[in-house]
């Protein structure tokens, strides 16, 4: 969000000068956090914070890659290759006007993310088949006029394990958990907090090295949102705020290590891993799924 004088037209798009329409509301905004800001709490910048119109551009980009994760479910089965998966999304993704984000994303080579069974993430498509039993889990972010929307599920490969499913379901639960607690004027460490609550109970580890992210105009932007819960202070919910969480979920341990193609990030136990992703928009009531 860009600063705006008093009588230029408000940023939400109203066509009402900004003194009339939306000065009042940055200014109660802007003062919540100063408060915040004062008790030493990071506080978002203006620029950070998404106007009406940024947020429903980030939906409509976030509902394609929702309707792409939708139609992955009924292509995924044992026989298809990671390839096939990664050109699914990539066909679907241009066929409705939109950029498959990850592609050349600093070097990526494909249009997606696959990651099976002991991958973490950032699994690269190739000709590997998948298998009877597999879990794989599918990362997509569409570009839709200008705007990011990143989505990922975990899918199940004819029929998986006990533990395997069990893993996903938690995992799923995970996210489900750090949805409901995001809400203004709260620190995003409560998000953390509401995941290690759901795993560590059920027994699994919580991936640390890899955090969700902000997200609008830009693929990956401030703020850093853990995934566990921080020994640092961690930055002020505000409504406009536009950012992922994605929960990566161990089987065994939560340390990765990544191999040497740069990306895929792998357990260093070799057990299971799991994620599911939203990207969701701080609203002035509590939340809103815009991939959802
Ligand atoms: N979609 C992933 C995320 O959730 C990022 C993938 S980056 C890529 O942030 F380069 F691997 F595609
Ligand atoms: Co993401
Ligand atoms: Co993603």
């Not at 993310?113 to 597999?134: A, F, K, M, Q, Y």
């Not at 889990?137 to 570009?143: A, F, G, K, L």
């Not at 853990?226 to 929960?247: L, N, S, W």
């Not at 193609?261 to 599911?276: F, M, P, V």
């Amino acid at each position: 969000m860009k600063k705006v004088s008093r009588n230029d037209p408000c940023w939400c798009g109203s066509t009402e000068k900004y003194k009339k329409c939306h000065l009042e509301y940055d200014q109660d905004r802007q003062r919540k956090l100063s408060v915040f800001a004062q008790r030493g709490y990071p506080v978002p910048d203006i620029g950070l914070l998404k106007t009406g119109a940024d947020i429903e551009g980030i939906r409509k980009s976030g509902q394609l890659t929702k309707s792409i994760l939708d139609a992955l479910s009924g292509f995924i089965q044992p026989g298809i290759s990671t390839d096939a998966i990664n050109e699914f999304v990539h066909e679907m993704t241009i066929k409705n006007h939109a950029i498959p984000a990850p592609l050349n994303y600093k070097g990526f080579p494909k249009s997606c993310c696959t990651s099976v069974n002991e991958v973490i993430c950032h699994g690269i498509p190739s000709d590997r088949r998948l298998l009877e039993g597999d879990i794989v889990n599918v990362d997509v972010t569409c570009i839709l006029n200008g705007y990011y929307g990143d989505s990922c599920r975990m899918y199940e490969v004819g029929k998986v394990s006990e533990r395997a499913r069990r893993l996903s379901d938690v995992s799923k639960a995970c996210l489900d958990a750090a949805i409901s607690v995001v809400q203004p004027y709260l620190p995003i460490s409560v998000i953390g907090e509401a995941i290690e609550k759901v795993a560590h109970e059920a027994g699994f580890s919580v991936v640390r090295d890899f955090v969700g992210h902000g997200i609008g105009q830009i693929f990956h932007q401030s703020p850093y949102v853990p995934h566990f819960k921080p020994d640092y202070r961690t930055m002020i919910m505000a409504p406009g705020m536009v950012f992922t969480i994605e929960p990566m979920i161990n089987e065994g341990k939560w340390q990765s290590k990544v191999l040497a193609d740069g990306w895929t990030a792998e357990t260093i136990d070799g057990k299971l891993s799991a994620q599911w992703e939203h990207t969701v928009a701080v609203t002035d009531q509590g939340v809103d799924v815009l991939t959802a």
